[in-house]
T-cell receptor
């Protein structure tokens, strides 16, 4: 079945460092891919998405490119801020059993130090 | 603010009890999804409704049930509660045309604690 694998956290970085959080997926067909972010004590917010191969999603300085050949959707940011500290979830959505449910990775906690 | 509302925000109850979690989707969204977030299982899909009808089931226990009403709000009913049911329960909604390109917008969640 469909699945998402994320790198284990926590990831600890200094402010202004470069961020990469790896995400790979297994899916049949042509899924859409998402990154959601969960700040402490809050719900999930969509960070970015890509709906077909080679699409690049971007938002708030974060980027991820849908790579079908490597089945990956790695999240990157050139310069992180303390306010980016949160848990990041990679997810996919593809029709299965008449549902477009999201399948999530295990989440990666990011801690950015001043 | 995603536009999805969930009540209550926190719920503390005892084993064996029954609770109801409520979700109001974004205006115009017909699809409602329920997810459970727990430390050991991560984020798991429970059930989906589309325009009042059950669309898909995931890892939802038989003690749990849900429904979507004509005004499109949804309720998740959890009965015979066990300690292991303690988790954060999220509701999400998506746009009129259900498809895998649609974004699901999440509510703030209901934190259930079973003592």
């Amino acid at each position: 079945g469909n699945s998402v694998t994320q790198m284990e956290g926590p990831v600890t970085l200094s402010e202004e460092a470069f961020l990469t959080i790896n995400c790979t997926y297994t899916a049949t067909g042509y899924p859409s891919l998402f990154w959601y972010v969960q700040y402490p004590g809050e719900g999930l917010q969509l960070l970015l998405k890509a709906t077909k191969a080679d699409d690049k999603g971007s938002n708030k300085g974060f980027e991820a490119t849908y790579r079908k050949e490597t089945t990956s959707f790695h999240l990157e940011k050139g310069s992180v801020q303390v306010s980016d500290s949160a848990v990041y979830f990679c997810a996919l959505s593809g029709r299965r059993d008449s549902s477009y449910k999201l399948i999530f990775g295990s989440g990666t906690r990011l801690l950015v130090r001043p | 603010d995603s536009g999805v509302t969930q009540t209550p925000k926190h719920l503390i109850t005892a084993t064996g009890q029954r609770v109801t979690l409520r979700c109001s989707p974004r205006s115009g969204d017909l699809s409602v999804y329920w997810y459970q977030q727990s430390l050991d299982q991560g984020l798991q899909f429970l059930i989906q409704y589309y325009n009042g009808e059950e669309r898909a089931k995931g890892n939802i226990l038989e003690r749990f049930s849900a429904q979507q009403f004509p005004d499109l709000h949804s309720e998740l009913n959890l009965s015979s509660l066990e300690l292991g049911d303690s988790a954060l329960y999220f509701c999400a909604s998506s746009a009129r045309l259900a498809g895998n390109t649609d974004t699901q917008y999440f509510g703030p969640g209901t934190r259930l604690t079973v003592l």
